[in-house]
């Protein structure tokens, strides 16, 4: 149950919900694990400023330019004192489990496991003293992280940037969190501001997962042209394709793909996978420097639907305290936008 206060108390509230104790945190707000996004610094600030900031370690493959064992401790050792997490993409880990062993070694608060099954790596993240947290695209899958071990499980909606599936967030999170009660759920999937926060309490989660307005962050990893073009775009302009992920000779398992700005290079090249797979290893080599090099024409610039809402690039610290303020000050004022609501019965 949350219970707010005086809408005028605003600045000295906070919402506690079952993944704020869990996690003893001030926010229910999660950073998510973003590639290339979500490096050490941006945790930081989100964690200081009272969220849970999650380092991406990815594929944990250093052909991508982060993921590496000496990459992930670099990327803790720039949190400093500050405590945070790191997410995985699970069916990679499979190719490199060393990388876990780097990352439980510098002691994360919580590791976060995305896509594929878990039950390989739950006893050892629980016994480093981590929560496990797990990121599901489905009711089955929920119901099997629950089994399995996981401490929370993130219900993402396929309006999220990056990969995902196919079920929409609204009808997916109650659903989810009603399947695999008592372990708590956060929302992930188009929520960009303090209304996407409160919405999803309303839902029955007990915290959300961000990802997209936090590349709109100063701390943010990625070229400076990709923030750019995620400030002025907006949630009409993406599209969930494979032609990125084929592009950098990546196969992922179905029924993911990943939602993108539209660019020249989707454009030329969405639904044509086959042709574009014989253009390798020369595209991954154009794909990578165009990237490198804040080519939005050709690079991805993955980035979800709550895009309409980024106009600006704060700070990740004053980005945490905003969200979080709104959202309080949206359940606050329910009753006065309703007033015929009255829960004491008067």
């Known amino acids: 149950m949350i219970s707010i206060g005086k809408a005028d108390m605003l600045p000295h509230m906070k919402l506690s919900t079952a993944i704020t104790r869990m996690l003893d945190i001030d ?27 999650l380092i991406s370690a990815g594929y944990a493959d250093p052909a991508f330019g982060y993921g590496s064992d000496e990459w992930i401790r670099g990327e803790f050792d720039k949190a400093g004192d500050h405590e945070v997490g790191v997410g995985f993409i699970t069916w990679a880990l499979s190719k490199r489990p060393g990388a876990l062993d780097a990352a439980l070694e510098c002691r994360p608060k919580a590791v976060m496991l995305s896509f594929g099954d878990i039950e390989p790596y739950v006893r050892k993240i629980r016994e480093a003293g981590a929560t496990l947290i797990c990121q599901v695209q489905t009711l089955k899958d929920a119901r099997e992280a629950a089994a399995k071990g996981a401490q929370i ?26 399947a695999v009660a008592p372990i708590p759920v956060a929302a992930a999937g188009g929520i960009g501001d303090g209304r996407g926060l409160a919405a999803a309490l309303m839902l029955g989660a007990e915290a959300v997962l961000i990802g997209t307005r936090f590349f709109a962050t100063r701390e943010a990893l990625g070229h400076p042209n990709q923030k750019a073009l995620i400030e002025r775009t907006g949630g009409d302009h993406t599209l969930r394709t494979k032609a990125f992920d084929t592009a950098r000779g990546v196969t992922w398992p179905e029924p993911y793909t990943g939602r993108a700005i539209r660019n020249a290079f989707a454009e ?15 595209m991954r080599k154009r794909f990578f420097e165009a990237l490198r090099g804040g080519d939005t024409d050709m690079a991805a610039t993955f980035a979800g639907e709550g895009l309409d809402l980024i106009t600006d690039r704060p700070g990740a610290g004053e980005l945490v305290a905003r969200i979080a303020e709104e959202a309080i000050d949206a359940l606050s004022r329910a009753q006065s936008r309703f007033p015929g609501l009255d829960p004491a019965g008067g």
Do not use: F, K, Y
Request: proline letters at 7%; hydrophobic letters at 40%.
């Open 153 to 178: 499980i993130v219900a993402q909606g396929t309006e999220a940037g990056g990969h995902g599936a196919e079920r929409s967030t609204l009808p997916l999170v109650p659903a989810v969190a009603d």
């Open 268 to 282: 030329s090249w969405h639904g044509r996978d086959d042709e574009l797979r014989e253009q390798n290893p020369s």
């Open 27 to 53: 926010h229910p707000i999660l950073l998510a694990p973003m590639g290339g996004v979500a490096g050490g610094a941006l945790a930081r600030e989100v964690s200081a400023a009272g969220g849970l900031g």
